[in-house]
């Protein structure tokens, strides 16, 4: 099996495009319990908590999202005999192993990143750590061998640069790096605002109704699926420029259902909005239900959560200072006298 690695921002509440375009992969793709892939540690995930640092945040509630986050993830489906799941700032060489690849990467590159721009433009202040977001992300990746990242289709420029700077230090320091590809989901990659289905779903709390969150009521799931903006004429047909809001109720419905969306353009056809819509909030219910149910026991015992967390770090350490060693060996620093 290839080695699998992803992360997430503690950053805002996880909502369906999270969901639908990687987490529930991650569940998917997790070696049985007892293989050898399993017991190697090949499917390795991530809160990305040094990344959620690089714009403004409550630090009083970091820690506490990021417990929350990690639990979302165990009552998805990560389970601790298939995936190793860790919080990035238990694990130091995370952000040592960025210093290292800042020295690889260029200022011209990461400027051309568009999240950068987008994040950065009409801000006041912007901090280093938003520029460099992308190296750490590399450092991420490539700290632990990772052949695969699967993520949704927003984050493709940050896999390419990883690769970029994967191959140009290999090329530099000779062989040290796998150089990684990103894996993404033939349906909903990017899933869309429900208000202004030509901007993504995001984490950002701009636009509530918009956004579905996993931890959402299934009433208000429906509500806001029910008052999705869709397009005019009545037809539900998959025509993404055209019918921008129909098509991506029409990801969301084929992601959730597991009915291929030409299927569903005949399941629905001269049904109308009305009934389509009600069709899609009932897939979509029922496919956070069980993780809503895992999550409300697991809040109940959050020992299970810390002693999950605790064994991650310990593991995810020993693989990071492996890789770290080789890195540090290659670009020629001296190796600390023992
Ligand atoms: P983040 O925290 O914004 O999102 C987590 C994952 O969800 C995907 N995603 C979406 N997929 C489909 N439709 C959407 N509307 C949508 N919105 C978000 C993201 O693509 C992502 O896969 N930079 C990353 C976190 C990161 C990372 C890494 C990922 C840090 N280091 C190393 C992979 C490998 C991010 O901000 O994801």
Redesign the pocket.
């Known amino acids: 099996m290839a080695r699998v ?5 503690p950053s805002g509440d996880v909502h369906l ?2 969901y ?3 987490i529930r992969r991650w569940v998917e793709e997790q070696p049985p319990a007892g293989s050898e892939a399993a017991l190697r540690r090949d499917a390795i995930h991530c809160v ?1 908590d040094l ?1 959620a640092m690089t714009v403004p945040y409550v630090p009083a509630e970091m820690a506490s999202r990021t417990l929350a986050l990690a639990t979302l993830l165990m009552a998805a489906g990560l389970e601790p005999d298939r995936s190793l799941l860790f919080v990035q700032s238990h694990v130091r060489a995370h952000a040592e192993l960025t210093w290292i690849l800042n020295s690889v990467a260029t200022f011209g590159e990461l400027n051309r990143m568009t999240q950068f721009k987008e994040k950065s433009g009409g801000q006041e202040s912007v901090s280093a750590g938003l520029f460099d977001y992308p190296v750490l ?1 590399a450092a ?2 490539l700290l632990y061998d990772t052949d695969e ?1 699967p ?5 493709r420029q ?1 896999i390419e640069l990883a690769r970029d700077i994967a191959i140009r230090f290999n090329h530099r320091f000779g062989k040290t790096f796998v150089v990684p590809k990103g894996t993404y989901a033939e349906v ?4 869309m605002d429900l208000q202004n289905p030509t901007r ?4 950002s709390e701009e636009s509530p109704q918009g956004t579905i969150l996993v931890l959402d009521p299934p009433k208000l799931i429906e509500k806001k699926i029910k008052s999705a903006v869709t397009d005019s004429g009545t037809d539900v047909r998959y025509d993404p420029a055209e019918k921008p809001g129909v098509s991506n109720l029409l990801e969301i419905y084929a992601a959730t259902s597991g009915t291929p969306i030409s299927k569903a353009e005949i399941e629905f056809e001269g049904a109308g909005y009305g009934k389509f819509k009600q069709a899609v909030a009932d897939a979509v219910i029922e496919c956070v239900r069980p993780v809503q149910e895992r999550y409300a026991a697991l809040e109940a015992d959050p020992g299970e959560v810390d002693r999950r967390l605790l064994r991650g770090a310990e593991e995810a350490d020993a693989k990071a200072e492996e890789v770290m060693a080789r890195a540090t060996r290659a670009a020629g620093l001296l190796p600390r006298p023992r």
């Open positions: 690695f992803s992360g997430i921002q495009g999270n639908l375009g990687a990305v990344h992300m991420d990746i990242v993520v949704g289709d927003d984050q940050h909903a990659a990017r899933v993504k779903m995001s984490k």
